[in-house]
């Protein structure tokens, strides 16, 4: 992916929608908008599809079906109907005696050809584009929404699986947002969050896709980039976000957390889950900070918890005991092995409050002796408000004596 500069070429390319946000500093998004924007870059883009059979052209014919006949194909598969669509077109202008311009011949091809097409309807480029770019922008901030990041996260995973590359997810959370704006206004909240998205745009690349997610929430998705370089780029962004002073004196921080893939998940959702509950661990770590793939593990204390527990999975249930819990799981002990990736539920009773709690999480290791006890280490799926409270009852019941993972 190219910068919103790169993509124009000449400012005179570009939609008048485009050069404002340009104008602005948001980065524009030229694989799913604006990667074609006039007669040359067509018939360049043209050329370069039909003359090879390499990544490149294959790529290229992906994004101009996208782009120009909204026909989403992979790359082998466009290229393939490319060359076909160009046959196509040397047909027709055989017939007609004429010269059949691409667009022309697209529209009978997946018509009434391909049938790929229901109910297409003619519109100019430029207007097209400003339709694509008020639904995929975020109109406060001026970085993209969350629906333009979904189909961001799905692009790059694609292509992260097809090349065997990688991306990293940097998952902001703005701290403490709400008092923010109960206390002085959703005006000034307004500020926070513009002068957010701007640092986050300032530290990007171009190719990085800045997305708000909700609230006081943001994305970034890093192509070709692994989760320790993603973590230096937070550490820059949080530091320049705790360098701004807004009207009244008034500070604000952010936590963050990052996803790598495939290190974090077979899927989008699965990376993206990752990164959010990073940046639940930042925020328990004191908030201000960036937890990155293992961090989240060290940042989080083991306390030492011997409570009577059972884990329980497809009508199974084995008794045991918890050796130690921490806000993102619990080792046991058990008369039976646990299965390894089996998702179970864990119901542990503390002898302290005498209550039950019930967790659920996947079982990351489990060994043991013969004859029994067995061990096995459970990871969760997610923060969960059991374990929060578990935690909490050892912290204040051992002081500060916690043990790091």
């Known amino acids: 992916m190219s910068s919103a500069q790169d993509t124009g070429r000449q400012t005179g390319d570009r939609s008048s929608v485009e050069e404002t946000l340009v104008q602005s500093g948001t980065q524009f998004d030229c694989a799913s908008a604006s990667l074609f924007t006039g007669e040359k870059d067509l018939q360049s883009a043209l050329e370069t599809a039909l003359a090879g059979d390499g990544p490149v052209a294959r790529e290229t014919a992906a994004r101009l079906l996208e782009q120009f006949c909204d026909v989403l194909l992979p790359p082998e598969l466009a290229h393939r109907e490319l060359h076909e669509l160009e046959d196509h077109r040397n047909e027709l202008g055989a017939a007609l005696r004429r010269e059949i311009d691409f667009r022309v011949a697209a529209l009978d091809y997946f018509i009434n050809s391909k049938r790929r097409l229901q109910n297409p309807r003619v519109i100019e480029l430029e207007r097209f584009r400003e339709y694509l770019v008020w639904s995929t922008v975020d109109p406060l ?36 947002f709400k008092t923010v704006n109960d206390r002085h206004g959703h005006q000034l909240g307004d500020e926070v969050l513009t002068t957010f998205a701007a640092i986050l745009r300032k530290h990007l690349r171009d190719e990085d896709i800045p997305a708000r997610y909700g609230g006081e929430e943001f994305v970034a998705v890093l192509p070709s980039t692994r989760a320790a ?28 957390g990052v996803g790598e893939f495939p290190l974090d998940g077979a899927s989008a959702t699965d990376v993206l889950a990752q990164a959010d509950r990073r940046v639940y661990s930042a ?21 030492h918890a011997l409570c009577p527990a059972t884990a329980g999975y497809n009508g199974t249930v084995i008794a045991g005991a918890t050796l130690d819990i921490s806000l993102h799981g619990t080792r046991l002990t058990l008369e039976k092995p646990l299965p390894v990736g089996q998702d179970v539920r864990v119901q542990i009773h503390d002898p302290y409050t005498h209550e039950t709690y019930e967790v659920n999480g996947t079982v990351v290791w489990s060994h043991g002796p013969n004859p029994p006890p067995f061990g096995a280490g459970i990871r969760c799926s997610g923060p969960q408000a059991a374990l929060t409270e578990l935690v909490r009852n050892r912290s204040e019941a051992s002081g500060s004596s916690a043990s790091q993972l």
């Open 141 to 176: 901030t001026g970085v993209y929404n969350r629906r333009h990041l979904s189909d961001v996260l799905n692009r790059e995973t694609s292509r992260a699986r097809r090349y065997h590359g990688t991306y990293a997810v940097l998952f902001f959370d703005l701290d403490n």
């Open 229 to 256: 370089g993603t973590v230096h780029v937070a550490k820059r962004i949080l530091a320049a976000f705790r360098a701004e002073v807004f009207p009244g004196g008034i500070s604000v921080t952010a936590s963050a």
């Open 283 to 303: 925020k328990l770590a004191g908030k201000d900070t960036v937890v990155g793939p293992g961090e989240d593990q060290r940042r989080s204390p083991r306390y």
